[in-house]
């Protein structure tokens, strides 16, 4: 069986040991490891013994077995590695559809097989690595590991598909089967077949354009595995126990009470044995300890063995009253036999394993099918209308809200041209329907010689709101669209949807939107300015325009920015019904700003405050950008982000100025000027060459060391550069210090110190100078002094 004990992570998978094989006997075990065992003894008392294995690494025969627990559920493959996994896409014979009905034309029927394993090469590199670790690289080919998956209990399957479980009609699936329960047995596999609405299966049917399948798969499986249990002792120092009884009192086998309230008797020696053993336990002469090896061991369990080892001691206890001490008159030989018979110590001791359930509940949103690269071919199309003998059913809708455009009535015409029923020549079916409602469905219905290569022609006359004048629009020919839309455009009308997209109406308060279209039927440029903003995110241009607007229209946004600056936009041409407008910004980029220097240490230069200037320009775009950051502390860091107008154009410049405690300044450049700014990071602030803390924590000022000097020197050879400091710490002045030192950036790092110890006598004891180049200085304790002899009288 497996245990949860050490378990190992190879391949990123979870790998459980089989409780006699684990790996750390593995290494340098050529005999069999002994193991302890509980057995009874001749008088049937569990005790402690030890056991041999049959098998073990001495044993060439010997295998270790492992397990290995899969991560998540995957669409399971055949044996020429293709995902199980198919989708068939359907569609109704439009004659058994009734006309202007809404409901589902079609349909999909999507069946796969989930499983939850590892796949195979993955599997096969975990046990390779397993052998490896168990018996060596170099190994005989011979031996080898046992590697199986985790073997579930029992459990269950469920399966969502876009977030439906198939209980009910949804909106994309109507029934699901294959979910529930599972043998557990091997890779677990299920096999699921689900009945898709028409919505469900336009939204399968486009598996190429998914990078995941909206199919969730979750497994609720448990498993047994082998866990420490319980230690449970039971003692009893007798020969206390005994003297101790006999100082609590004498108690009779068989005494009687006469009950409660005198009704009846009872006998009392169970009472009082139980009452004897809380006696010793309390004295430490006997005991019941029972340790849990795991937080799974319930209370109940525990409180079973803590009972189970009392009851011990109470059947002890009975034997030691019954051991009454001897008359007076029996000589000491007797008593001496007694005590040499009775006087004994009681231990037992029970270590238990137990065998534990695990819940494991891996779920996860199907996408091996995406692996390879003809997953079209697992979407299968299927027309159900017939060939031979259909009608053609043509529904006719007018996009177009009545409400709010300047529309009386739309009349759409279709006509159909098929081959005469008595066989000669041809006829045409023409019919026509009104429409004064944009939610008005008709149907055009004819009988069609064959569907295979059947086309319609069809125009629309348009009466407009307040008008005589009638449009005509051209009739289109030959067309093949199964469900007839007429759109604004086919009207003689434009009509479009300006709208706010994603907009910080912080940084853009508002738009100007212009639009412009030059009718060649009513001779004349249209145009009109609609503004967007908060209170009013959208608005509508409508125009009748006495013609199609296939060449489209045009339009240009300018933006108003929170500054009162203007940003325009260009004039950019559209065909849209419907367009929406994103900020002008289209990147920003930012840049992090560090500051360094003494803003603490009153012994060196402190600094007051550092404060940066940056700026960008955008000279094409007429745009600029000015930032300004102040630092207080050291290592200190900012963030100055700046919004983009041409995302290639990232160059900024910066300068800083450094004001010190008593008024002086300086300025970086010295002459004014503007550095550079580097990609992403810059530091600013005082620039040291060399930085190092001192802690004089180590000291505990005695007589002989009252005062500790450090001498810090510093010589640059490229600049020539020579800097002495001394850094004195007393009992009253035991604070950490920093030595920096100013120089070439990218100097020499290394430096020289010497250590030096003053009395109280005003004797010096001095270390030797060490050079180093280390970032922090930990001044070492001095040397006890050696005792001076006292001369004798």
């Not at 019919?431 to 469905?441: P, R």
């Not at 669209?481 to 853009?508: I, N, P, T, W, Y």
């Not at 995110?537 to 009162?564: C, H, M, N, Q």
Request: with cysteine.
């Amino acid at each position: 069986m497996l245990t949860m004990t050490n378990p190992l992570t190879i391949e990123g998978f979870t790998v459980y040991q089989d409780d006699s094989s684990v790996i750390a006997d593995f290494v340098d075990d050529v005999e069999h490891r002994p193991r302890l065992v509980v057995r009874e003894d001749t008088d049937g008392n569990p005790r402690l013994d030890t056991e041999i294995p049959h098998s073990g690494p001495g044993d060439p025969s010997w295998r270790p077995r492992f397990f290995v627990l899969p991560k998540e559920p995957t669409i399971a493959v055949d044996g020429q590695g293709r995902p199980i996994f198919s989708l068939v896409v359907y569609r109704h014979d439009e004659t058994t559809i009734e006309p202007g009905s809404d409901g589902d034309v079609g349909g999909g029927i999507l069946t796969f097989t989930v499983e939850l394993a590892v796949p195979d090469d993955v599997f096969n590199r975990i046990r390779q690595k397993l052998r490896a670790r168990v018996f060596g690289d170099a190994s005989d080919p011979g031996q080898d590991v046992d590697l199986a998956y985790v073997p579930f209990l029992d459990g269950k399957v469920t399966v969502a598909v876009a977030a439906e479980t198939g209980e009910g009609t949804g909106e994309f699936t109507q029934n699901i089967v294959g979910s529930g329960k599972i043998a557990g047995i091997g890779a677990s596999r299920k096999a699921v077949m689900v009945k898709l609405t028409q919505a469900g299966a336009a939204l399968m049917s486009n598996i190429e354009k998914l990078n995941t399948l909206p199919i969730n798969v979750q497994y609720e499986v448990s498993f047994e595995h082998r866990l420490l249990g319980v230690t449970m002792r039971v003692w009893c120092d007798v020969t206390s126990s005994y003297h101790l009884l006999q100082e609590v009192g004498n108690f009779k086998v068989g005494e009687e009470d006469s009950g409660v309230f005198g009704w009846g008797s009872r006998d009392v020696t169970a009472n009082k044995i139980q009452k004897v053993t809380e006696v010793l336990v309390r004295s430490k002469t006997a005991g019941v300890t029972v340790i849990p090896a795991s937080s799974q061991v319930d209370n109940e369990t525990l409180a079973s063995l803590e009972k189970f080892g009392l009851d011990m001691l109470n059947k002890e206890m009975e034997k030691a009253l019954e051991a009454s001490p001897p008359p007076a008159e029996i000589d000491r030989t007797y008593i001496e036999k007694f005590f040499q018979d009775y006087g004994t110590t009681f231990n037992f001791s029970l270590d238990r394993r137990m065998v534990l359930v695990q819940n494991y509940t891996p779920s996860g949103n199907i996408k091996n099918v995406f692996d390879r690269a003809d997953v079209d071919e697992l979407v299968a199309f299927v027309d159900l209308r017939t060939d031979f003998f259909t009608f053609l059913k043509i529904p006719i809708r007018v996009n177009a809200d009545f409400t709010k455009l300047p529309l009386d009535s739309v009349t759409v015409t279709v006509a159909y041209e098929r081959q005469s029923f008595d066989g000669h020549g041809r006829e045409q079916r023409v019919d026509s329907f009104n429409f004064k409602d944009g939610q008005q469905l008709e149907t055009f219905v004819a009988y069609a010689n064959s569907l295979a290569d059947v086309t319609y022609d069809w125009w629309a006359t348009v009466h407009y709101e307040g008008s005589h004048d009638a449009y005509s629009g051209p009739r289109k020919t030959k067309v093949r669209d199964d469900f007839l839309v007429v759109d604004v455009g086919s009207l003689g009308m434009l009509h479009v949807e300006f709208g706010l997209a994603l907009v910080d109406l912080k940084k853009f308060p508002g738009a100007k939107v212009s639009a412009r279209y030059h009718s060649a039927a009513l001779g004349r440029t249209l145009e009109q300015d609609f503004y967007l903003d908060d209170e009013n995110r959208t608005a509508d241009w409508t125009e009748v325009i006495g013609e199609e607007p296939t060449s489209g229209f045009e339009y240009k946004v300018d933006w108003l920015s929170a500054a009162g600056d203007i940003i325009p936009g260009n004039w950019t041409k559209s065909t849209a019904s419907r367009l929406r407008f994103d900020a002008p910004i289209v990147d920003t980029f930012e840049v992090a700003v560090a500051c360094t220097g003494n803003f603490k240490d009153p012994a060196d230069e402190q600094i007051v405050q550092v404060g940066v200037s940056l700026k960008y320009e955008d000279p094409t775009n007429d745009y600029a950008v000015d930032g300004h950051l102040v630092f207080t502390d050291e290592n200190q860091q900012l963030t100055w982000t700046v919004d983009l107008r041409n995302p290639e154009l990232r160059d900024y410049k910066y300068k800083y100025t450094i004001v010190y405690k008593g008024g002086v300044v300086k300025n970086f450049p010295e002459d004014g000027d503007w550095y550079q700014g580097e990609p992403g990071f810059i530091t600013v602030g005082e620039k040291y060459s060399l930085k190092v803390d001192l802690y004089p924590t180590l000291q505990t000022y005695p007589d002989y060391a009252k005062l500790v000097e450090v001498d810090m020197t510093y010589d640059d050879p490229v600049t020539a550069a020579h800097r002495v400091d001394s850094f004195v710490f007393s009992k009253d002045a035991n604070q950490p210090r920093t030595w920096r030192v100013r120089g070439t950036p990218g100097g020499m790092r290394s430096y020289r110190y010497r250590i030096k110890y003053f009395s109280t006598t005003g004797e010096v004891t001095m270390l030797p100078e060490v050079t180093q180049d280390a970032e922090a200085l930990v001044i070492p304790p001095p040397q006890v002094p050696a005792p001076v002899p006292v001369p004798s009288p």
